[in-house]
């Protein structure tokens, strides 16, 4: 099912301190310089539309947030939803996420790393392309904290269940852990508009949880 497009954005809102790229980042990085402060840090590789990281910033003000999305237009649309919510705890980044993950974060500097819905890259020939891949997992367990989480929900089985596979091959991440599903409040009380899609379309969606031994 093809994506809607995207609606427009108020040219008066200002998305300077919501919309960067990863070449606006300060080398080395320290995050307290982008949000202003020194708090927990949750990053989510591949924001879409940016509705977990607004919903998430909303709800955990004592955290700060951190999104990462390579198609520019959802990048700044994204951007646009923090900025119009105000939300002064989350950034958007236009770049790759697997580059910010292998050159840019710091060991044991994240609270929490959010994977949801990644491209499935259908094609044998392409699964090597996938996000949830053996370097990726490395500079995961790499940039965690102890005591902190992956959180990765896909529509697609085979993708699931190839990733647990690595994960259990490849880290020592504690999981899965279970992640039961909850009924929607209301029509955006979803982590993202593709398991909005999904749950509407009343298709599984695939939710695990690991987690840093300390």
């Known amino acids: 099912m ?3 497009a995207l609606r427009k954005i108020d040219p008066q809102l200002d998305l300077s301190r919501h919309l960067k790229t990863t070449d606006d980042l300060p080398q080395p990085f320290d995050p307290a ?45 994204a951007a646009a939803r923090l900025a119009k919510r105000e939300l002064a705890n989350a950034v958007m980044l ?12 710091a060991d044991a ?13 259908w094609k044998q020939r392409h699964h090597k392309r996938r996000v949830m891949n053996e370097p990726f997992l490395k500079d995961v367990v790499r940039t965690l904290a102890p ?3 992956l959180h990765f929900w896909t529509d697609v089985e085979d993708y699931y269940d190839a990733s647990l596979e690595l994960i259990a091959a490849h880290t020592p991440l504690v999981g899965p852990l279970e992640v039961p599903e909850r009924p929607a409040e ?5 982590r993202t508009h593709f398991e909005r899609r999904t749950r509407l379309s009343e298709l599984p969606v695939y939710r695990a949880e690991f987690r840093k031994s300390g």
Do not use: C, M, T
Not at 45 to 72: C, D, M, R, T
Not at 94 to 103: A, K, P, T, V
């Open 2 to 4: 093809p994506r809607r």
């Open 33 to 77: 310089q982008l949000f202003g402060r020194e708090a927990p840090l949750e990053v989510e590789v591949g924001s879409g539309k940016g509705l977990f990281l607004a919903s998430a910033a909303a709800a955990a003000p004592q955290h700060n947030f951190l999104g990462i999305e390579v198609a520019g237009k959802y990048a700044r649309f």
């Open 147 to 149: 005591g902190g989480s």
């Open 186 to 190: 209301h029509d955006l009380d979803y």
């Open 94 to 105: 236009h770049g790759d996420g697997l580059g910010l993950f292998r050159e840019r974060l």
């Open 109 to 121: 500097s994240l609270a929490a790393v959010h994977v949801y819905f990644p491209d499935p890259w």
